[in-house]
């Protein structure tokens, strides 16, 4: 069993930015997908970005592209999101998950492993 725990979240003015970080353990495939998702009160969690743990191939929802990055390092079995520019629409808890293989989902459902979730704030 995988598990995630995330950090780096908190209050930032819009234009600003954030980094978060999810810090796995457990046993990780090495096909598989890493995502962050987040949602926001009276909303669906929704897909933010994606990223392979072998090859480092990535993908971004659309409201995000341009403006987030997701990375991973190996070494320390991380996974991070460096948001800027942020919006007060970009206000959700935001959620680490993990796959074990397949495709970069934007579906929650197809990820099995969740972090507790990481408030991000941002004030207008």
């Known amino acids: 069993q995988v598990q995630l725990v995330e950090s780096g979240g908190g209050l930032v003015q819009a234009g600003g930015s954030l980094r978060l970080s999810c810090a796995t353990s457990?046993?990780?495939?090495?096909?598989?997908?890493m995502g962050w998702f987040r949602q926001a009160p009276g909303k669906e969690r929704e897909f933010v970005a994606g990223?392979?743990?072998?090859?480092?191939?990535?993908s971004y929802d659309d409201s995000v592209k341009g403006r987030f990055t997701i990375s991973k390092d190996n070494a320390k079995n991380s996974v991070y999101l460096q948001m800027n520019s942020l919006k007060p629409e970009d206000t959700a808890v935001y959620y680490c998950?993990?796959?074990?293989?397949?495709?970069?989902?934007?579906?929650?459902?197809?990820?099995?492993?969740w972090g507790q979730g990481t408030q991000v704030t941002v004030s207008s």
């Open positions: 998950a993990a796959r074990p293989q397949g495709p970069i989902s934007t579906k929650a459902a197809d990820f099995g492993s």
């Open positions: 457990g046993h990780t495939f090495s096909n598989s997908v």
């Open positions: 990223i392979r743990w072998n090859g480092g191939y990535t």
